[in-house]
């Protein structure tokens, strides 16, 4: 069926590396992804977002890639502090707002 | 701004009770949503709202309802609450012209004994 997956439950990282979470997405209709970062106790906080016109957009420390052709989405985050530990999500959009979220990896940063 | 503000924060019910849970949003946005949150099942879409006055049934409605009271609030209603309803709830809104990011409340969390 169609769905949004993550390859890694969880990631440990050394701070001061890179991060990359991996999501793959089953439906090739697919034409909005979102990368959200949710803290204990808190609501899920935007991140990033790419549509499918695209392959790459980066922010503030973070990118993200589309690869359509293999259906996989990644975040990189470069120099993980300690404040990005946390539950990240990825989200697919086929038409309009009706966001499908994958079941989210934690990651850890070692100080 | 507050963004998306949810009340209350924790609620505890006995199976049968009933109880409202309320969002507000203060980014004049015109869509709003109700997701629940349980460990593994990532975040599901209850019901959502595309603009004021209208309301729709996401993934999974059933022993939910809805109500879009004006622009700003959207509030989810729960007539008989059961043990399968604990979960932590979440509101979220967007604005229109296509796709564009959920801003998300910080949750409601309910157990249901």
């Known amino acids: 069926g169609e769905s949004v997956g993550l390859h890694l439950p969880t990631l440990s990282v050394q701070e001061g590396d890179n991060s990359i979470i991996n999501c793959a997405y089953s439906n090739s209709a697919s034409d909005y992804f979102i990368w959200y970062k949710q803290e204990s106790g808190k609501g899920p906080q935007f991140i990033i977002d790419i549509r499918s016109n695209m392959d790459k957009r980066q922010g503030q420390r973070v990118t993200v890639l589309l690869n359509k052709t293999v259906k996989h989405l990644s975040l990189q985050i470069a120099a993980t502090q300690p404040g990005d530990s946390a539950v990240y999500f990825c989200a697919e959009s086929r038409r309009g707002n009706m966001l499908t979220f994958g079941g989210g990896t934690r990651l850890m940063v070692k100080p | 701004n507050a963004g998306v503000t949810q009340t209350p924060k924790f609620q505890v019910l006995k199976t049968g009770q009933s109880m409202t849970l309320q969002c507000a949003q203060d980014m004049n946005h015109n869509s709003m949503y109700w997701y629940r949150q349980d460990p593994g099942m990532g975040l599901r879409l209850i019901y959502y709202?595309?603009?004021?006055?209208?309301?729709d049934k996401g993934e999974v409605p059933n022993g939910y309802n809805v109500s879009r009271l004006n622009k700003r609030e959207f509030s989810l209603r729960l007539e008989s609450a059961a043990p399968s309803q604990t979960s932590v709830y979440f509101c979220?809104?967007?604005?229109?012209?296509?796709?564009?990011?959920?801003?998300f409340g910080n949750g409601t969390r309910l157990t249901v004994t």
């Open positions: 709202s595309a603009s004021e006055g209208t309301t």
């Open positions: 979220a809104s967007s604005g229109t012209g296509g796709s564009s990011p959920l801003h």
